[in-house]
């Protein structure tokens, strides 16, 4: 090969204490298709946006042609031919499909030759094998027609880095064809093309090479036809066994208390069916996009299910919202803790109280603040919060206590399932064995857990069971004792 | 045949019926209402509130809202009035430019607040409005400017014609209110530059991904703004001579609802400024007609310009849900059937 169009020479990033990118190099030449694969929050989102001028690098180099390079924003990375299109496509809904295209071209006329552009527009579009009217608004378009919009506005910016970040996540089998036949022609007519993805079906139908990243370091790169499937699931989850927490015995006992036959909701999941015995820990794993959460949605009533049947101790319940749920005695703990999770401007008794205002509400809605106060204090001590006052906001609080607040939000409502989505995400290592002996304390008590994870290592260890999904689906089953990374990976992944 | 139209001509060609259609039902009521004292008295007043509604509608297709318009031509009617009591000899194109600079000035600290800060236009302009007004009424101590302290060519710069045929009077005033919006239109149609204030308001992330300036638009939507509400304070010096601390008070119902009624849509990312022009003609016709229709009292005409904005929200937000549900539903179907033709 010749000289690399793009090398990326070791960057770091940090976001304060995290360390997002750590010494990764990686080098991009002229027509291939480099893929890149890795867990859930292995770095590749943040090294693509260092590549396209939406982070910059903490330390370490961007070189393009080989001369050092520093993008300062999108616009710099694109002038430098480097453009990324992305799983939800970033089109304007109310322009055209050709100013679409044009939009960020800065070396056209001021004035706007609308003929002109419409006519170029169409002429790219067509190199795309599609046909999509440059006069159309974008907002009107499908998915996958807003997509080859995006491409052709990378075509037209005379690319010479393409980076498809999980392109085909939301594309049908007949649209990510057409995909892969585009990103095979941009190489072939010299452009570097970057595919991110989790199916690794592609990666082996579509790459020359093909780099793993883990932990925010670059583990390696290769010809993609000298790598198997099971070698790079081994190289993406492969870690020392030191950062391991140790597995605890089981506490399940024999009665379900939730049992879901056949749940599905159009466009999100399809044919759930599981159950979750008193006790029990249950850990749903797998990748970003196989709609785990959509799941937790449609059992809490946020998003509820179109058909299925959900069942709690027996008894077929009708779930259509969080106020259903709850009387149900479902819990669900976000794993958007400042969107839907904490009033973080609120006080933390307040926090806590607030699901089960009922119990501290007396007459004319007078809400009895000693009571709360009391009970709150009981939560601080059980899951050792360290807050100095309790009257004190939840936003004042470290990531790992702001996440006891909302266990011991849910907690205090007494339920009978707890469904815990992605607990110990950004919160540091001890705060994490808490929240996990506060787990395991619950299920002793008899509360079926359903657990939401991507962190392989917390899903191990914690989990009497382990479900995967991937793609709306649940492909597998392991029970905890003998579930590895590599077999739940492989299973999400959809290697075979 | 309605999909063959583009949604911005539809509107237009629907305020254009409304217009006809408010006209026809007054000149019913009201008798002797079409005249040509009528058209020039309208043409005057729907000139100065045009152009406020013009710069709104910059700001508005960025997701923002200029509520200081109205304390800013009351700031700078006054203020130009005062300079020129005070020099009656400034040559008219300092004073015009004097006008429309201390406009974008004011405009400025908006766009410097909201685009720089990144705080919310809604409460940044809702504080400067009383700000500024209150600068206003500070300085003024009180006093009023008086058409006696103007030189004479400051009147008469209202009063004058460019044309006149049978009775209808073209105002000099109304000629620059109408370059102004063919200025703006031709801007915003058919200069890159114009585009992106579109583009930041259909979609500030992908605006942002696009490698677009999304602070600097949204900044120079503000000066924009804040320079064609200096404009306006100057034709409202001219038009009216007395100047008190109260002037200009309401433009920004009325630039807003210009705005809204003539099609731009509130959240941003479309619109048409001929649309504003004949929203602006519509709520002053209504306006200035109810005064004369003795069944409705004066004080109703705030409310039914409420009225009108929220009709024109509440139909424009029906229209075009329906117009894309239609349209998705038929590219879907077109697309089934080109699957169709492939397979």
């Known amino acids: ?496 | 045949m309605f999909d063959r139209i583009p949604a911005q001509t539809l509107r237009i060609l629907i305020l254009l019926a409304v217009f006809a259609a408010v006209v026809l039902f007054f000149s019913a009521v009201i008798e002797g209402y079409l005249n040509a004292r009528l058209f020039n008295r309208i043409s005057t007043s729907v000139a100065i509130v045009a152009m406020i509604a013009v710069g709104q509608a910059f700001v508005v297709l960025t997701r923002n809202i200029d509520l200081s318009v109205g304390s800013v031509v009351g700031c700078v009617a006054y203020f130009v009035g005062g300079l020129l009591a005070a020099w009656p000899g400034m040559p008219p194109v300092l004073v015009v430019a004097l006008a429309v600079l201390i406009g974008a000035g004011f405009g400025a600290v908006n766009g410097l607040f909201v685009a720089r800060f990144g705080l919310p236009s809604i409460i940044v302009t809702l504080a400067t409005l009383a700000i500024f007004r209150s600068v206003l009424v500070e300085s003024s101590d009180g006093s009023s400017i008086t058409t006696d302290r103007l030189p004479a060519w400051v009147p008469g710069f209202a009063q004058a014609n460019a044309a006149e045929i049978g009775g209808l009077q073209l105002r000099w005033m109304v000629v620059v209110a109408l370059a102004v919006v063919i200025l703006a239109h031709v801007f915003l149609t058919r200069f890159r530059a114009g585009r992106q204030f579109f583009a930041i308001g259909s979609n500030p992330d992908a605006a942002k991904f696009a490698g677009i300036d999304g602070a600097r638009t949204v900044f120079w939507a503000f000066v924009l703004s804040g320079a064609l509400a200096g404009l306006a304070g100057f034709m409202f010096l001219s038009r009216f001579g007395n100047i008190t601390v109260v002037a200009g008070l309401g433009f920004e119902l009325k630039s807003v609802g210009a705005v809204v009624v003539g099609g731009v849509n509130i959240f941003g990312g479309s619109g048409n400024v001929i649309g504003v022009l004949i929203g602006a003609a519509l709520i002053d016709l209504i306006d200035t007609s109810l005064v004369r229709w003795e069944l409705v009292s004066e004080f109703w005409r705030e409310a039914v310009l409420g009225l009108l904005i929220l009709a024109a929200v509440v139909a424009d937000t029906l229209l075009s849900r329906r117009l894309m549900a239609r349209r998705r539903r038929m590219a879907a179907r077109q697309g089934t059937v080109g699957a169709e033709k492939r397979a």
């Open chain 1, 1 to 496: 090969m010749t000289e690399p169009v793009l090398e990326m020479r070791g960057v770091s990033k940090s976001f304060g204490a995290t360390e997002a990118l750590r010494d990764v190099s990686l080098r991009l030449f002229p027509g291939e298709i480099h893929a890149l694969v890795g867990e859930n929050g292995a770095g590749k989102s943040t090294l693509i946006k260092a590549m396209t001028g939406i982070h910059q690098p903490s330390a370490g180099a961007i070189l393009i042609d080989g001369c050092e390079v520093q993008f300062r924003d999108t616009g710099a990375a694109q002038r430098a031919g480097v453009a990324a299109i992305y799983q939800e496509p970033m089109v304007f809904p109310d322009l055209s499909v050709a100013e679409n295209i044009f939009i960020s071209h800065r070396d056209r006329p001021r004035l706007i030759d609308w003929k002109a552009m419409n006519d170029e527009a169409e002429a790219i579009i067509a190199r795309l094998g599609v046909a999509i009217d440059p006069r159309r608004q974008a907002g009107e378009l499908t998915l996958a027609e807003q997509q080859s919009v995006e491409i052709a506005r990378a075509i037209s910016l005379k690319v010479r880095v393409l980076i498809m970040d999980e392109p085909s996540a939301s594309l049908s089998d007949h649209e990510v064809q057409r995909l892969f036949g585009i990103a095979r022609a941009l190489r072939d007519e010299g452009v570097a093309v970057l595919y991110i993805s989790h199916r690794l079906e592609e990666i082996f139908a579509l790459s020359d090479r093909v780099s793993v990243m883990r932990d925010g370091r670059h583990i390696s790169t290769r010809p993609t036809a000298e790598t198997t499937q099971a070698g790079l699931i081994a190289e993406m989850v492969g870690r020392d066994m030191a950062g391991r927490f140790a597995r605890m015995p089981g506490q399940a006992r024999d009665e379900v208390t939730l049992r879901v036959t056949g749940l599905s909701r159009e466009g999100a999941f399809r044919d759930v069916s599981f159950a979750v015995r008193a006790g029990e820990i249950v850990c749903l794993s797998g990748l970003v996009g196989a709609r785990r959460t959509d799941v937790a949605l449609a059992l809490f009533g946020i998003a509820p299910a179109d058909a299925g049947r959900i069942e709690l101790a027996g008894q077929a319940v009708a779930i259509a919202s969080p106020k259903d749920a709850m009387r149900l005695g479902i819990a669900y703990v976000s794993e958007d803790r400042r969107r839907m999770g904490l009033a973080l401007g609120e006080s933390i008794a307040a926090n806590i109280t607030l699901p089960a205002l009922d119990r501290y509400t007396r007459a004319f809605g007078w809400i009895d603040r000693l009571r709360e106060l009391a009970d709150a204090a009981d939560f601080r001590r059980k899951l050792n919060i360290k807050a100095a006052s309790l009257t004190a906001p939840a936003g004042t609080l470290s990531g790992g206590n702001q996440q006891k607040v909302m266990l011991a939000k849910w907690l205090n409502m007494g339920p009978k399932v707890l469904i815990v989505d992605e607990p110990t995400r950004g919160i540091d290592i001890g705060a994490k064995a808490e929240v996990h002996a506060l787990l395991r304390a619950l299920a002793g008590q008899g509360v079926a857990i359903l657990v939401i994870s991507s962190d392989l290592p917390e899903v191990l260890s914690l989990a009497d069971r382990v479900l995967v999904m991937r793609e709306g689906r649940l492909a597998g089953e392991f029970p905890g004792e003998t579930a590895t990374d590599e077999a739940v990976m492989r299973v999400a992944v959809g290697a075979v």
